[in-house]
């Protein structure tokens, strides 16, 4: 579910600042970086890029291991 945050929240993947995204956990991902994600094949190497912005976030990165 998308949600328009309280105050301005920074990205967790692109650090731009947004009110419309959701959150992921503890990490606030815009809408924009979320459309690209989902619109990512595995073999792009744009990927790997998102994959690790996520691995380095608060995420538990057990999550993303597989």
């Known amino acids: 579910m ?5 105050e301005v929240e ?5 650090n731009q600042e947004s ?3 959701f959150y992921l956990l503890s990490m606030w991902i815009c809408l924009s970086c979320e459309r690209k ?4 094949e595995v073999e792009d190497p744009t ?6 912005r996520l691995r ?7 999550m993303l291991s597989h």
């Open 10 to 14: 920074s990205c967790g993947i692109c």
């Open 2 to 6: 998308y949600k328009r945050a309280t």
């Open 19 to 21: 009110e419309k995204g």
């Open 47 to 52: 990927y790997a890029w998102y994959i690790e």
């Open 56 to 62: 380095g976030s608060k995420i538990n990165s057990r």
């Open 37 to 40: 994600m989902v619109e990512l």
